[in-house]
Every structure is written in structure tokens, then in C-alpha cells.
């Protein structure tokens, strides 16, 4: 009901100097923000500012030149994605990885593969401690789908949903395997106004109902001002701005960079 | 629970919920599909959260006399709060969940509510909202925990603490809820369903413990009703067709019923449930079967030949086979096999397969769409009734169901013929009273006992009643041809394309009419013809669908032309409406039927130009959105001509 109650928690995620590039062209140059526990941090910018690199850097699919991430006090510089997944980071793409012929509850299904322990063996014949597992992750997918408001098509194959509804499907998945740290890369591209309401209230909900913090890159200024706590700005791979809603939309470097002004 | 019966006083419905306990204990009263698995209760396990919901009540402070609202979707904890309140001498009034903000403001303070039990986080809200202007309302109980969290409201409480509380009201005073049974009578006023009111302020209408009682056991005997059936539960709680079938017929049969997963799901869980009973307003069928007859056109060409050659079978003797005349032999052993490759297949899809009796009732049938279902072996009839008859007027008999009747009086109904044709109607069911108005109880219930239907119609040589139209509907253009809205409309909302009609005509010269396109069929025909639309005002203003809708309209005119009183009667103008009618712009009321005259004047400029000769018309008109804000839609209409057919002769040309 209001917001004012949310507790943010310590710094759980801090970038420090992070350098990356690709051959000559440097997509990141010396970038260093933190996040804190239950926060909704949003990075915008312009195309092509290093928003999705950043991301990539976080989960590590990329490794920076230079700097370092510290995840819940451990340092590191080299580590894998699915370390980042065993971690509790998970994340959507900007466009959708689903299993197109796979229904709605195996791709949320697939979220919970980290989670499963049983043999392959014992998986095949669905016996003993298999069966059991089956059985609490078929739970915890359940809820999911009814958390999301998708059971009319838990058995509909996901390439015969309409965008809007594969993006929450893809949601799902991330959710499924219950990330302490989400990252949401332009979860709303695409959308029309209805599907950005859905989809905002489905992530406010998972911040608040699960605890979760989210980082996600969006373009939909208004979106990203009524959903974040704080906001990062990305140029040319630089950070131009950090700060709340409130304080962005009054920096001057970020009005000339991407904003712009409204007459 | 003690294995003799206990005294619990008068037959109440709430009393009989707690003799099926004893009677039926470990038999399945409710079920509700939660996390993918559908979730069962017993009598004994209802009666006993009954019991655990009165008690949390009792200690809420709800007394004898009390009105109990009720909002949301159907949910096993909403219809026990039915049978809560009932048992503690309240009176449970349900509402519709997408009522506007005004309409529920009306009915809380006309029924004086204190106390509310919805199903989520989205009706809390709307009560919240509408609170300041509700003085009586003080708590407000919510289903359904989702997003509940943060809400600190003093009135808002969860009905998982308020069965607590019933817990621990029931530790110190075991005897509690059987006491306030006992004080329940009969003739008590069981439940308040508040009419939509087509002209004016919703009434509520008050009916008993006796008539819902006797309604049941009516049709119970009538149709055959066993305690082995299955319902589906998915139309409006408020209504009085849920409420009778969903509740106090479940209760006095004791059969089980089933909650759907969500309104989406209905046709997935109707499937997985199999109802041997099903209930459903025309509209539900219209949409079945527009749904059947879009997938028939995208499937391969050797299924659509297999398909329409077994339903010309179907359409030739099926109807015949349902109604259990003779047959030939090539015809049953055609519809054997028509049986075995398209009608069996098809009722498996629609999930009426078991089904023993549907019924359909509150607007008339198409005809075609009333044989379809039957020609194909679901044995679908009419009944007709209002909330205030408890619907329990007619009904169509096994083996003597027609088209144009809905059916023979009912055990214990008397019917007489008023004014004008107005059809009067003494009934078991008959309500009690409306609540606080005593002027529209006079207006409404003849001196003898009769309640004023308001439907115009007559008893046929074999005792069948047939509906016209509205009494008060009924009309005559200048050559004096009667005119009965109603039917052209229904007969226009036939065709799959045709989501909506409204006909005018009455003290004109002619018939002309509006028209709403059916979006997803009229879109389905639009993308096969490869002709692109971006939205529902594009796509009706299209000249391809205009001349897809004067197919339609010139075809019902061509059946007009066949019956020698309503061959005046044929459509001469029409035109494509730019929005959906919509119950919340007041123009169809909360069970979807159109407020003619309100339309009429609403749109007063269209009316005009169907009659003044022009070629287009420009609109704008105010929208309302169910959040209560307002927008604007404009666009220049199109008006089109239809031919009239002149006699027979036309015909066959």
C-alpha cells in the first residue's frame, strides 16, 4: 500500500572500477555503483551506452579488463554464469530465450535445473528421492504461474503466445529459480500500455513479495521513474549519473545526454 | 460429527449443508482447482469451515439481521460465507465484482452493509475507496492474502484470522452455531440479489430459505438431479441462476461443485471436470460455438469435408434422435458413425461429454444455435424465469423441448395471461418482498398473489408458453406491421460476425438498426482475407465488413419474408457501431442485455441519420473505464442499405 515501509538492506552487489572492452572499442570505462539488499536499481542510457555489457559483466558472461564485482562481500574477477546462477543471480534477455515448443511449465520448469540433486537415473525411472523433488518443484513452478496470473496457458507450447506473455513466461523462469538478485534486461521492450502496467506491477510485487532485488535496463522513462529507487546513467559507456528518480531527471548532464528537454 | 442427526430447527439452507454432513459426511461437496490440482471438501469438511466462519463472524460482532456483501469470483470460501451468515440469521448479499463504484455505493447503503467478504486485494481496494460514502461498513474480510501485506486498514482483516477467531469462539461456546440455527425459520429472507434494473435503480429482491428450498426439490424431481453430479460453478454469484444452481441446489441435492482455476480457465477446467448438469446464458453458447466454428476453418481440408458432412447428418435427424422420434435405419447408422468421428469427439472438446441436461435461459436462443447443441447430443433446453421467480417459471420437458416455447409450467406454478399479453406468474419461488420498497413490491406482485412479469407472450394448444418480447417493447411501425425488437435483434445475433444488434423502428416508417461486430470473429474473417485493421474502430468501419454484415442482414430478411406478419418488418438500414456496447457506459445491463431505449438516446445522432437518408454520420462518445475514468472515441460512421425482400416471389429469384 505504500512503499515508505520497504526496508533496503546493506550493499549486496558493488561494481568497482569496472573497464571493458572489445578489441579497440571500449564498452565500459571505469564504472563503479553499488546496489543495495530489496532495491530496484534501473540503468538507462542511450543505445549502444554499455547497459546490457554491464549486465553481462554482473552475471558473468563477460570479464572486465580492469576493476572488480563484489557480490555479497566476495570478490572476484573470473566467474561463469551458471556460478552466478548457483550464486542467486538470474535474469531475463532482451529478446526472449525461451523454449519456443516447450509449454509454459517446462520453461519454468527449466529455472528449477540448478535445484534438482537426484541422479539422471533415478530421474529417468521417476523413483525415490526423484519423484519427491518432482513433486516440490512442480509446487514451487505452481505458484509461480498463479503469482503471474498465467494458468490458462500452463500447457500452451510458448512459441503460440502473444510477446507480451512469453516476456512473463521468461520472468517466470528467472523466478523459478528464486534469485536473490534478478537482473531484467528491458523487460518491457515492445510492450503496449497494458502489458508495461501488467508487467510493472508483476515486478514491484516480486520485489515486495519475495524480497528480491532487481537491476533492469528499460527505455520507458516513465516506467523506469515510478518503479525505481535509484537510477544509473549510462553514456559511451561512462557513468554520467547516480542517484533517485527525482535527482536525475534534474541532472543537467543526463537532460543534454538523453533525456533531452520537454518544451 | 455425532452420527444421528442433530436438531438444527426449520429446513434453512444452511441447516441442510449441516444435515448433508451426517447424511453424505465423506461425500464431495466443493471442489476448487489450486497450484494446478483440484482440491476437494466434504459436507463434513464444509460444514465444519461453515461452522468456523460463523463463529469468526459471531465474534466480529455480525448478529441476527445483519447483511453479509459478498464480491469476487466463485470460491469455496465465498459460498460458505453464504451459508456463514445464513446460519447466524444474516442475509448474504452478493454483488457483482465489476459493478462500477456508484452501483455498489447504491447497494451497500440501501442494504445497510457492516460487513463484506471479498476475494482479493483488487475488491479490497474498491471498498476502501467507496468506504467514506458507506457509513455503515466496518469490516471488510478478504480471501485471497496476495498483496495484502502492507495493509494496515483497521476494518481490513484476513478470513484466515477471522476463522481463528471462529476457533476460539467455538472452544468456549461449542453449541453456538447450533443454537442460532435453531432460531432460523423457514420463511426467513435467505438471500437479497439486486437486480440490474434495466430503467432504473437496482432492487433488491428478497427470496426464502422456503422458496429456494422448494424451487430445488422442483427441479430436482423434474429433471431427474442425483447427489453423483458434477457442476461447474463460473457465472456471477450474484446471479440468480448461480446462486439457485451453484448453491441452494447443490445443497439440497447434494451434488458437487466445482470453482475453475480462473475466468480464463473455465474451458480448460470445464474439460477436466465434465459437469453432468451445466447452466449457461445464450451468450455462453453463442461463444462455444463461434470458438468451434474459427478452429473448423483453420483445420486441414479433410477435417472441415469430415465436418460438414456429419453435421448435414446432425442437421437432418439429430434433432429427431434427441427428441426420440423414429428414425431410419440409414439415418441411424449415419449418425452412429457422425457419432463416433465429429459429435462424440466435439462434445469431448467443449467438456460436455457427461452432460445429462444443460439448460439455457435469460434471453432467447438463436435457433440454429439451440439445434446445434442438440443435433449433436447434448440434450440442451430452455427454461425461463426472473430473480424474482426464484427462475422457476418453465421449462422445456425431455422429448417436448422446442425452439419457439420455452417449455410447460413448472410443478406448482400458476400462470395467467395480464394486459397487453403480460405474462403474471405465481411460483414457489416467488420473492418475498424488495428490500425497503414497498411501493415496488405493489407494483410488481398483483393483489392475488401474481408477480408482473413485464414479458409479453401466450399458452399454446399443447400448454407450451412462448415469449414474444418486453411488454412494453412491442411495437408498430406507420403501416401498422408489428415490430418486435427483441426477436429481429436475436435473430441478427445469430451470425457468429454479430456480437450485438439494436433495432428501431417503432412509430417509423421502416426498421433500421445498429450493429456490433463480434472482434474475434469478424478479425479471424479479416486476417484470412488478408485485409489489415488496427483496431476494433478500423476494423468496423472496413467497407469489406459492411458488406460481409448486409450478407448477414439481407439472409434475415430473407427469413422474415417467409412470415407473412413480419415481412414489414425487414431491415432497411443499418449501421456499424464504432465501440462495444459496454455495462460500464450503462448501455447493456450487468447481464449483458441492451438498454434499447438508453441506447437510443445516447446516440440519438445515428438514429437520426439512419432515418434522414445520409451516407455517413460523424460520433463521439464518452467512454468509462472500470477504474471510473472517462476517455473519448470519435469516428465518421458509415451507414449502409440492405435489400428488402418484396414476397415470395423475390425469393425465388
Request: with cysteine; charged share 25%; glycine share 8%.
Amino acid at each position: 500500500m505504500n512503499d515508505t515501509d520497504r526496508k533496503l538492506g546493506p550493499t549486496i552487489l558493488k561494481a568497482d572500477n569496472i573497464s571493458l572492452a572489445f578489441g579497440g572499442v571500449k564498452a565500459l570505462t571505469d564504472i563503479s555503483f553499488e546496489v543495495k539488499e530489496h532495491e530496484i536499481l534501473a540503468i538507462i542510457g542511450p543505445n549502444g551506452a554499455g547497459k546490457s555489457s554491464m549486465l553481462n559483466v554482473i552475471n558473468g558472461v563477460y570479464h572486465p579488463n580492469a576493476g572488480s564485482v563484489t557480490y555479497r562481500g566476495n570478490v572476484r574477477q573470473q566467474m561463469k554464469p551458471h556460478e552466478a546462477a548457483t550464486q542467486g543471480i538470474a535474469r531475463t534477455f532482451q529478446n526472449i530465450a525461451l523454449f519456443k515448443g516447450m509449454s509454459v511449465l517446462d520453461n519454468i520448469m527449466t529455472g528449477r535445473t540448478l535445484k534438482m540433486h537426484a541422479g539422471f537415473l533415478a530421474q529417468c525411472l521417476y523413483v525415490g528421492r526423484a519423484r519427491n523433488e518432482e513433486i516440490q518443484h512442480r509446487k514451487k513452478v505452481e505458484e509461480i504461474i498463479d503469482f503471474l496470473q498465467i494458468q490458462s496457458i500452463r500447457k500452451t507450447p510458448v512459441g503460440r503466445l502473444p510477446y507480451g506473455l512469453q516476456k512473463r513466461v521468461e520472468l517466470g523462469r528467472a523466478l523459478a529459480s528464486e534469485p536473490v538478485l534478478l537482473l531484467l534486461d528491458e523487460p518491457m521492450a515492445g510492450m503496449n500500455i497494458e502489458e508495461k502496467e501488467d508487467m510493472s506491477r508483476f515486478i514491484l510485487d516480486v520485489n515486495d513479495e519475495f524480497g528480491t532485488t532487481i537491476v533492469l535496463i528499460e527505455h520507458d522513462m516513465g516506467v523506469v521513474m515510478d518503479l525505481s529507487d535509484r537510477i544509473v546513467v549510462l553514456d559511451y559507456g561512462k557513468k554520467i549519473g547516480d542517484g533517485t528518480p527525482t535527482e536525475i531527471r534534474n541532472n543537467k548532464e543526463v537532460i543534454d545526454a538523453y533525456l533531452g528537454v520537454s518544451d | 460429527m455425532d452420527s444421528s442427526i442433530p436438531n438444527l430447527g426449520e429446513d434453512t439452507l444452511s441447516s441442510l449443508i449441516f444435515k448433508n454432513a451426517t447424511v453424505r459426511g465423506a461425500k464431495t461437496a466443493i471442489r476448487e482447482k489450486d497450484l494446478g490440482i483440484w482440491q476437494s471438501w466434504s459436507w463434513a469438511d464444509v460444514a465444519e469451515e461453515v461452522g468456523l466462519l460463523a463463529g469468526g463472524l459471531a465474534a466480529k460482532g455480525f448478529i441476527r439481521g445483519n447483511n453479509l456483501a459478498i464480491i469476487g469470483d466463485n470460491r469455496p470460501r465465498l459460498y460458505w460465507s453464504f451459508a456463514a451468515s445464513q446460519s447466524l440469521g444474516g442475509i448474504p448479499v452478493p454483488l457483482y465484482q465489476d459493478a462500477i463504484a456508484d452501483e455498489m455505493i447504491y447497494v451497500f447503503n440501501d442494504a445497510e452493509i457492516e460487513f463484506a467478504i471479498v476475494e482479493d486485494q483488487e475488491q479490497v481496494d474498491k471498498l476502501l475507496e467507496i468506504m467514506p460514502q458507506c457509513e455503515k461498513l466496518r469490516c471488510i474480510i478478504y480471501d485471497d492474502p496476495r498483496g495484502m501485506r502492507h495493509y494496515n486498514h483497521p476494518a481490513v482483516v484476513a478470513y484466515e484470522d477471522v476463522r481463528e477467531l471462529g476457533v476460539k469462539f467455538l472452544s468456549k461456546q461449542p453449541n453456538f452455531v447450533e443454537s442460532e440455527l435453531n432460531k432460523c425459520r423457514a420463511d426467513d429472507v435467505s438471500v437479497i440479489l439486486y437486480t440490474s434494473g434495466t430503467t432504473s435503480k437496482p432492487k433488491g429482491v428478497c427470496l426464502t430459505h422456503k422458496a429456494c428450498i422448494e424451487v430445488a426439490q422442483g427441479d430436482m424431481g423434474f429433471d431427474k438431479y442425483t447427489d453423483d453430479g458434477e457442476i461447474l460453478s463460473y457465472l456471477p454469484m450474484a446471479w440468480v441462476g448461480d446462486h439457485l444452481f451453484s448453491y441452494a441446489q447443490s445443497i439440497v441435492t447434494g451434488f458437487t461443485v466445482n470453482c475453475p482455476e480462473s475466468s480464463e480457465t473455465v474451458m480448460i477446467d470445464m474439460r477436466e471436470i465434465g459437469p453432468t448438469y451445466y447452466f449457461a446464458p445464450p451468450r455462453v453458447f453463442e461463444n462455444l460455438l463461434t470458438q468451434v466454428t474459427i478452429r473448423m476453418e483453420d483445420a486441414s481440408n479433410f477435417k472441415k469435408w469430415l465436418y460438414e458432412t456429419f453435421m448435414g447428418v446432425a442437421r437432418r435427424t439429430g434433432l429427431d434422435i434427441m427428441d426420440g422420434k423414429s428414425v431410419s435405419l440409414k439415418n441411424k447408422f449415419l449418425y452412429a458413425l457422425g457419432n463416433m468421428f465429429v459429435y462424440a469427439p466435439l462434445r469431448n472438446n467443449l467438456g460436455m461429454s457427461r452432460v445429462k441436461v444443460a439448460y439455457t435461459g435469460g434471453a432467447a436462443i438463436g435457433p440454429d444455435l439451440y439445434s446445434f447443441y442438440r443435433s449433436i447430443g447434448i440434450n440442451l433446453k430452455q427454461l425461463y424465469g426472473q430473480t424474482e421467480t426464484l427462475a422457476y417459471v418453465c421449462k422445456q420437458p425431455n422429448g417436448d423441448a422446442r425452439i419457439d416455447s420455452v417449455g410447460t409450467p413448472m410443478p406448482g406454478v400458476d400462470i395467467k395471461m395480464g394486459d397487453k399479453g403480460e405474462v403474471l406468474v405465481k411460483s414457489p419461488g416467488l420473492l418475498k418482498e424488495y428490500y425497503k420498497n414497498p411501493e415496488a413490491t405493489r407494483e410488481s406482485i398483483t393483489p392475488d398473489g401474481f408477480f408482473r412479469t413485464g414479458d409479453a407472450g401466450f399458452i399454446d394448444q399443447d400448454g407450451h408458453l412462448k415469449i414474444i418480447d418486453r411488454a412494453k417493447d412491442v411495437g408498430v411501425l406507420n403501416d401498422g406491421t408489428m415490430f418486435a425488437p427483441q426477436f429481429l435483434e436475436n435473430k441478427l445475433k445469430f451470425f457468429p460476425f454479430i456480437k450485438e444488434a439494436v433495432c428501431f423502428g417503432d412509430g417509423r416508417d421502416a426498421v433500421c438498426a445498429f450493429i456490433n461486430i463480434e472482434m474475434d470473429a469478424v478479425g479471424n474473417w479479416a486476417e484470412r482475407q488478408g485485409l489489415g485493421y488496427s483496431g476494433y474502430v478500423d476494423l468496423a468501419g472496413k467497407q469489406e465488413v459492411y458488406t460481409l454484415l448486409q450478407d448477414c442482414i439481407e439472409q434475415v430478411n430473407r427469413d422474415l419474408a417467409k412470415e407473412e406478419s413480419l415481412s414489414g418488418s425487414q431491415i432497411k438500414r443499418f449501421l456499424i457501431l464504432h465501440k462495444e456496447l459496454d455495462a460500464d457506459d450503462d448501455e447493456l445491463t450487468r447481464t449483458r442485455k441492451v438498454r434499447r431505449n438508453f441506447v437510443a438516446e445516447k446516440y440519438d445522432g445515428l438514429v437520426k441519420a439512419l432515418y434522414d437518408g445520409s451516407n455517413t454520420c460523424f460520433i463521439e462518445t464518452q467512454v468509462k473505464f472500470e477504474d471510473g475514468r472517462t476517455g473519448t472515441i470519435s469516428a465518421d460512421l458509415q451507414i449502409s442499405d440492405a435489400k428488402m425482400i418484396q414476397s415470395t416471389e423475390d425469393l425465388a429469384a
